[in-house]
């Protein structure tokens, strides 16, 4: 893969590599933070939008000339008290619906916890050891013979993951969105797009090409 940048703006369905025989296609593993995702897919859509995220990974490295080998997804089971409540419960039950269905598209499911915190006469609630199950499998890929792995999130705390993955030799391609908005909740963020090897701009499109019918 070249080294130069790629920008792909919300008009420009160019794909990043020239089109070649397939059998030489790269291998990539796909690293995705499904809490940045959800986050971009309610941005996008207000009302219930559903779509089939293999189908959106697929579509993304077929127009981009990638050959998927495997993809991960990282997130973290809502909180659970001694005695869940309904609400609990339903959002549980919700959430282990999702899981299983990316495990039956033959997605890797890694998962963190969920903590809750105290704050005043409410609580916040936080994911942990997500982002540090990420940032190791991504290193780990390179004992897998892979040399190019896609990262689906926004957070610049993966910026030092994909400056060791350029130690030992793996390009990594970033998988975002961003405005130059400050005020969005979706701001460019510099730091992690100019660390990364390439980037590219997911659009709305992008999820409207593989929404469930």
Known sequence: MAKEKIYKEENVKNNMIPPGDSSELPDVFVFIDNAYLLRLKNY?????????????????????????????????????????????????????????????????????????????????????????????????????????????????????VVEKLKLIGVQTVLLTYFERNRKSPFSRSNYLIKSSDKFIKITKEDFERVKNE
């Open 44 to 160: 996008f859509f207000k009302n219930k939008f559903n779509y089939s995220l293999k189908k959106f990974i697929s579509d993304f490295a077929e127009r981009n000339n990638f050959f998927v080998k495997k993809i991960y997804i990282y997130d973290a089971p809502p909180f659970q008290s001694k005695e869940p409540t309904e609400k609990e419960n339903k959002m549980r039950e919700d959430y282990d619906r999702f899981v299983n269905l990316f495990r039956k598209e033959g997605i890797v499911v890694r998962e963190g916890r969920t903590q809750r915190l105290k704050a005043g006469s409410s609580f916040i609630y936080r994911q942990k050891g997500v982002d540090m199950l990420l940032g190791i499998d991504m290193v780990s890929t390179k004992t897998e013979g892979v040399d190019i792995v896609i990262l689906l999130s926004g957070d610049s705390d993966f910026v030092p």
